[in-house]
């Protein structure tokens, strides 16, 4: 067989497996790149995720294409892990989604690629979205779910990302660890089977595990060498990220909310976006996947990211909850005869009816306690600038005391159950409010609001979260929307 015949056979294979060549998509920065085939009326399929690709076609010429689907769904293929699944009003629980168009324009610093698709019967709709930035190594994925049929549909699965990754001497490196002994390394070889990374604390994401990893494609974890996927999710709700392996010589990862009680009830044009998950490669260890996601967070995720940060003192080691105006006048004069830069005024500084001396009673109450500092906050921040610092202060606006003027006001706004006994939280009394009541929302902003409309010289928030989410239920959402709460 002479060559230029087999060149026609090998174009008419491509051809015949719907991998056309003006179909082809890549999404590339400087050293990574992803390559989807997308004919339209297709399933949109993932072939590569690797270093950056200078021709797609030695992808399909090496016999190393994934073929994945792109966002895998329940459906004509049930037996693999999936992305999306959802059940139509007419009972059917199926998707099959294919190509309606693939469109790329810049937006917010970056370049968007988004791959459109629709259900092949019913109007069901999932644009999957990719971004890349010019000054960055991070690729960011997310979806948007939404329907057009004429009755809810409920979504039980609606991951943010799906990748694949080749299967090989894969580590895996995440976080882990409790109140007091947080961010513990651990690395473990994967092995068949799944291992999953997730939280359900409802309030606090990282209490106990951390939305992100590091996966290596050859060997043992190293700082400084080795080819490194990493990845982490930007959400601070609950989060399941999955790594799927088979005996097919790859590894499926998914990433997104946790379903777990969180099936979703999306009305009619209705549109429902998933967090987004940034992911990365480098072929220069954990080292490398490291500073890319620093540099990714400090140029498009962190509010003046490039600046440095201020030297600061909080006053809960010194003092706890017993503030007063002389303690942190005392504290903060200490502290600007050392160099430092900001003062932060922690717990214990607000109560009127129920002062806040422990952590039983006052959340809520945001009013200064007068009996601790007759001069207000102004006080305070005059205080600072004289002593050329700036000033923060403490808040935890979604959560309340049983013993507060607000809950005495609105017990209504606490997460609770019906025909239940409330679960309390530190100091026996305390409890989450809320935030899927409109007005609970309105509240939390207008606490924040006061606070730096009243007194623009605060520099800081310390926003806390100390309790886990507990009494799952809500007074707010209806009696077929509660698994909406967590999310």
């Not at 960011?140 to 991951?159: M, Q």
Request: include cysteine; glycine fraction near 8%.
């Amino acid at each position: 067989m002479n060559k230029l015949f087999a060149s026609v056979l090998l174009c008419a294979a491509l051809l015949g497996s719907g991998i056309l060549r003006a179909d082809n998509i890549v999404i590339s920065n400087r050293k990574s790149s992803i390559l989807i085939t997308a004919p339209k009326g297709e399933s949109p399929r993932i072939q590569y995720f690797g270093p950056r690709l200078a021709n797609p076609g030695d992808v399909f010429d090496s016999g190393s294409a994934f073929n994945d689907p792109v966002y895998p769904q329940f459906g004509v293929q049930c037996s693999r892990e999936t992305a999306i699944q959802a059940t139509h009003n007419d009972g059917n629980m199926s998707l099959e989604l294919v190509v309606e168009s693939v469109t790329r324009e810049n937006r917010d610093g970056g370049q968007v690629t988004a791959i459109a698709t629709r259900d092949k019967f019913y109007p069901f709709y999932v644009t999957i979205y990719y971004k890349t930035y010019p000054d960055c190594e991070v690729i960011e994925t997310w979806t948007e779910i939404r329907h057009l049929e004429k009755k809810p549909v409920t979504l039980y699965r609606f991951a943010s990302a799906f990748l694949p990754v080749r299967r090989g001497d894969n580590w895996l490196s995440h976080f882990h660890g409790p109140w007091g002994a947080e961010a513990y390394l651990y690395e473990e070889a994967l092995t068949d089977g799944m291992r999953v990374i997730k939280d359900k604390d409802g309030v606090r994401n990282t209490q106990n595990s951390c939305p992100s990893f590091m996966l290596t494609l050859d060997g043992r974890p190293d700082e400084q060498h080795g080819m490194v996927i990493g990845g982490t999710l930007a959400w601070s709700g609950n989060y399941r990220i999955a790594i799927d392996n088979d005996n097919a010589h790859t590894t499926r990862i998914f990433a997104g909310i946790n379903e777990d009680q969180s099936q979703y009830i999306l009305e009619p044009k209705e549109v429902f976006t998933t967090p987004v998950f940034a992911f990365t490669f480098s072929d220069e260890g954990k080292g490398g996947v490291s500073r890319n996601f620093h540099r990714w967070a400090r140029l498009h995720r962190l509010n003046h990211g490039g600046e440095q940060r201020s030297i600061l003192l909080n006053s809960w080691e010194g003092v706890s909850m017993n503030v007063n105006q002389e303690v942190m006048d005392q504290m903060m004069a200490d502290f600007a005869a050392m160099g430092g830069e900001m003062f932060v005024m922690d717990d214990g500084w607000f109560g009127d009816k129920y002062p806040r001396n422990n952590g039983t009673s006052s959340l809520g109450d945001w009013v200064v306690c007068k009996e601790k500092l007759p001069e207000g906050i102004k006080g305070l921040t005059a205080s600072a600038r004289e002593k050329g610092l700036k000033f923060g202060i403490w808040i935890e606006p979604e959560m309340t005391n049983s013993k507060s003027e607000l809950f005495e006001k609105h017990p209504e706004w606490v997460i609770q159950q019906p025909h239940r006994e409330m679960h309390k939280g530190r100091g026996g009394t305390q409890l989450v409010l809320d935030l899927s009541n409109p007005e609970v929302q309105e509240f939390v902003f207008g606490v924040v609001d006061k606070l730096m409309t009243e007194h623009p010289e605060i520099a800081y928030i310390k926003w806390d979260a100390n309790m886990t989410l507990f009494n799952y239920g809500s007074t707010y959402l209806p009696r077929d929307k509660q698994s909406h709460l967590y999310i």
